[in-house]
Every structure is written in C-alpha cells, then in structure tokens.
C-alpha cells in the first residue's frame, strides 16, 4: 500500500493509509461530539430561550452603538421582548447527573445558589426597569442607554460566574 504525501510547510510527508484513516474517523468522531444539544433537553430548551434573549437584544446593541438606525418603537418591542422571556430559561437548569448531555453551566449554578440567584435577580429587575423607561416612549437613545448597559451586566454576570 503506498503511503500518502502532502505537503506541510514545503515539507512532503508522508503517512500511511491506516493512519489518515484513524485519523480521519478521530476527527469525525470529534465533530459529532460537538452538536447541537437535543430540543427536547433542559440544555436545548435552555439554549432556545437564551437565543430569542439575542433575538432582541442584539438589535438593541447595535441601536445603541450606532450599528443600526435608532428606532423608539423597535426599541421597545424589544424590550418587551426580554421581559416575556426573563423567567423562561432559569427552570432548564436541571440539578448536575440529570441530564446526560454536555452543557455550559458551571457547577457554581448548584454550589453557590444565593449566588446565582442574585445574578438572576440583577438581570431580572435590569430588564424591568428597562421596560418601564420604554413604556414611557423612547425618542432618543440617552434615554435608555443606561439601562440597557445594567441589561448587559446582567448577561456578562452570567457569563462571567456560571458559564463555561
């Protein structure tokens, strides 16, 4: 069986067939690993809710950076848009060894939960006071610029203390 050659760097190598193939299965193997997590699971139900959370929240960001043209009215249906989903996620938390699949949650989630409730609550009460401005018409940027940056540390609290 000849070997296979390829090039590294100018460099020929070669490698025999077997191994291109084992390392051919290896690496496909490690994709799959990496997939997406089952709908049905506390992860995958989780993960949905955190992507409409995105859903409104990136536009907001871009609004507020300059990214996009800043809209009141769009503004604040997005708003309410996080509000109808800030107690969604937080029940897709299953205690560790309930689920089987992989998921980004820290064991602090579980270890620390006074914690964790507070990061929740931070984010929570963020998100109200958000919509409570907004309520009231947004004509300008300014107006809900600062809240929308305590929404934003609500989100990177999370990150920061409970995600992988």
């Known amino acids: 069986m000849r070997p296979f050659i390829f090039s590294q760097g100018g460099n020929l190598l070669s490698v025999p067939y077997p191994r291109i193939l084992l390392l051919a299965t290896l690496a496909l193997t490690l994709v799959g690993c990496g997939g ?6 506390p992860e995958g139900k989780r993960q949905a809710v955190f992507k409409q959370f995105l859903h409104h929240s990136e536009p907001m960001g871009g609004m507020l950076g300059e990214r996009l043209p800043f809209d009141g009215e ?3 249906a997005h708003a309410e848009g996080l509000v109808e989903l ?3 996620p937080w029940q897709y938390f299953p205690e560790p060894g309930d689920s089987k699949q992989r998921n ?3 064991p602090t ?3 620390e939960p006074a914690e964790w409730q507070r990061a929740i609550d931070q984010y929570r009460n963020a998100v109200t ?5 907004t309520r009231q018409g947004v004509e300008t940027p300014e107006q809900v610029a600062e809240s929308m ?3 934003q540390q609500g989100c990177r609290s999370c990150h920061e203390g409970f995600r992988r």
Not at 36 to 41: H, K, L, M, R
Not at 129 to 133: K, M, Q, R, T
């Open 74 to 76: 769009s503004f604040a």
């Open 36 to 41: 997406p997590a089952d709908p049905d699971s």
């Open 104 to 106: 980004a949650a820290l």
């Open 129 to 133: 006071d958000l919509v409570a401005i």
């Open 109 to 111: 989630v579980w270890s």
């Open 86 to 88: 800030v107690e969604a």
């Open 149 to 151: 940056a305590a929404v």
